[in-house]
């Protein structure tokens, strides 16, 4: 095998796994086998993605409780104790005084017309009272119960979307490090044949069977693979840190993958009912028409302010006031009361108007984003359908191609070990062999990933995802 037929076949693989070709020097300190369920499983508990939509989740519960409170009845206590330290005075001309005080003190003199500053406001004051208010309509009160559900479940269904992404992240990167470890092994299987072919050559050169130049050929054949085998172990790490990056756990954990690159067909029946499930099922499309709801609600919370606010309200209270801070309990005086209250808004300058208008246009936007959603989803199914059927016919020419590539290659071996076939014939069969393995391996990772879109699509969550989320 020449070294730039090599080449590109690692950077096939390494490409398709996403990574680069950059050194990993990470030490590991534990390790853990690792299943395809088993990591999805895991990322359900640990992804941050996931446990952010699930916090999401709570909060919009807790929303909920906010917004039955703003129907419920508003209690509140409040006290107060009020020292005048200097008092305000009011005042009024001596006469009214002199009207007042004659009949009380005859000696008291007679008014000069001057003001005279007296003060009516004792020392000392203190009071506690218990006030309650009900609403008893409002309507943006009772439009915002409804949204806050709406909006409840519209997180809920934003919580499932990112469910069934993080499972289809899990299962690529999952298959690309099987891909990963794939062209690792391919690479040293491909560095054993060459040295036992340069085994061989060696051989066959003591015995004047084969010219230097063979033997050279060969030797650089071996060294060129070296450097290859070193990068796709590289490669297979990369993938791996990869994996448990998209777990939501830390690099220090080693893993051994113990599924492998194997074929699973979908569903016929499932891919038959795809277009319809694509529309019912899909997570990304319920919450599009959860946000038209929501919007809706917000049309309506808009309009209510032309509707009048009608509430109850009532107060008992204690009071009392001296001027001396000597209170006793018959000092304080009680006081109670009820009564309704109802407003009405007859102008605020074409606010409410605007504000229904731009809520109307917030409620279009999202019909047509919904439309617009619907259309990419379709076009998105045909395209995997499209991948699904393509990549079954290639793992199938490619099992066909393997088996004469390994065919051919036995007999070229055996051919130059009789001296009837060349060097050159050795190494073409080689690289045959590697680029038909590489294509069928290729092919399995392409399906693979296609059906996990899939699935992405439609919103399935495979079941032992679900039993994990519900532990």
Known sequence: MNLK????????????TGFSLSPVCAQETSLRRLSLEDAVRMAMKT???????????????ARVLEAWGNAMP?????????????????????????SFMKGIDSTYPKPSGQFVPISFTPAF????????RQILFNGAVFVGVGAAHIY?????????AKQVETVTRVRKAY???????????LMRSSLQNAEDNLKNVQLMRKQGMVSEYDELRAT????????????SETGYSLSLDNLKNTLGVTTKDTFVLTDSLTLQPVDEQLIARAEDLVVETNPGLSASKRQIELNGAVVNAERSNYLPTLSAFGSYAYSAAKDQFNFSPNDFYKGSQVGLSLSLNIFQGLQTFSRVEQAQLEQRKSEEQRIGLERTLRTGLHSILGNLEQTRKRIDAGGRTVEMAERGYKIVTTRFLSSAATQLEVNDAQLALTQAKVNRVQAIFDYLSASADLEQLIGRLPSYALESEQQ
């Open 5 to 16: 037929s090599t080449s590109l076949i690692l950077i096939l693989f390494l490409s398709a």
């Open 47 to 61: 992804n941050p993605d996931l446990l952010t939509a699930r916090l999401e989740v709570k909060r919009s519960d």
């Open 74 to 98: 508003a209690v509140d206590i409040t006290g107060q104790y009020v020292h005048m330290i200097d008092k305000p005075v009011s005042f009024f001309p001596d006469y009214f005084l002199y």
């Open 125 to 132: 004051n203190a009071s506690a009272s218990l006030n309650v």
């Open 152 to 160: 409840s479940n519209l997180a809920r269904d934003l919580y499932q």
């Open 175 to 185: 298959y690309g490090a099987l891909l990963a470890h794939e062209a690792f092994d």
């Open 220 to 231: 650089v054949g071996v060294e060129n693979l070296r450097p290859m085998v070193i990068q």
